[in-house]
Antibody, heavy 121, light 110 residues
Framework: QVQLKQWGAGLLRPSETLSLTCAVY????????WTWIRQPPGKGLEWIGE???????NSIPSLKSRVTISVDKSRKQFSLTLTSLTAADTAVYYC???????????????WGQGGLVTVSS | QSVLTQPPSVSGTPGQRVTISCSGS????????VYWYQQLPGTAPKVLIY???QRPSGVPDRFSGSKSGTSASLAISGLRSEDEADYYC???????????FGGGTKLTAL
């Protein structure tokens, strides 16, 4: 059974920094991409970025200058840091496991419980 | 504005067949596998279709996926009220070096 459990601050002010961490409860941490996806209230899904157990990863170009995704494989945890927050960053943030394979395939098969992050003054 | 284009909403009567389209480009759908996700109200999304047309175990065969060129489609046959949800297509984009989602389609069973 695979579980992802995430935590972090839920209410932040503009210009502050968001920090979220996700703990993975699973036999294997290697062999997957550990991913962050967000969803503004009432809107669609947005992929933020990913990292593997060795620390290699990618992030969406529009957020690249503000995003850091890190991994602690000894604890089976990965984290998201997003700086210079604005109201547009208000969303439910999910940590997600991605299976990968041929042709850059990414299957998001296990999701954390999600957490609403509100950016407001 | 999403990189992948989906209709905002579709509807059908119980028992009917409905399709949801997803239009992209050569850098995403045209060269990579398409995935479909179902998001029921208040829940996290769930994989419905992977690798263009494969169903994970547990997904009814009423759901099917297809791809042609730079477009993909999700078909739902024998529509049921419990199929009411938001549906998203997703695919890796070689130009952006990341995953892109469609804007989502809200399915209503009339």
């Amino acid at each position: 059974q695979v579980q992802l459990k995430q935590w972090g601050a839920g209410l932040l002010r503009p210009s502050e920094t968001l920090s979220l961490t996700c703990a993975v409860y699973a036999e294997s941490f290697k062999g997957f991409y550990w991913t962050w996806i967000r969803q503004p209230p009432g809107k669609g899904l947005e992929w933020i970025g990913e990292i593997n157990h060795s620390g290699s990863g990618n992030s969406i170009p529009s957020l690249k200058s503000r995003v850091t995704i890190s991994v602690d494989k000894s604890r089976k945890q990965f984290s998201l840091t997003l700086t210079s927050l604005t109201a547009a960053d208000t969303a439910v943030y999910y940590c997600v496991r991605a299976r990968y394979g041929d042709r850059n395939s990414r299957a998001f098969d296990y999701w954390g419980q999600g957490g609403l992050v509100t950016v407001s003054s | 504005q999403s990189v992948l284009t989906q209709p905002p909403s579709v509807s059908g009567t119980p028992g009917q067949r409905v399709t949801i389209s997803c239009s992209g480009s050569s850098s995403n759908i045209g060269s990579n596998f398409v995935y479909w996700y179902q998001q029921l109200p208040g829940t996290a999304p769930k994989v419905l279709i992977y690798s263009n047309n494969q169903r994970p175990s547990g997904v009814p065969d009423r759901f099917s996926g297809s791809k042609s060129g730079t477009s993909a489609s999700l078909a739902i046959s024998g529509l049921r009220s419990e199929d009411e949800a938001d549906y998203y297509c997703a695919v890796w984009d070689d130009s952006l070096t990341g995953v892109v989602f469609g804007g989502g389609t809200k399915l209503t069973a009339l």
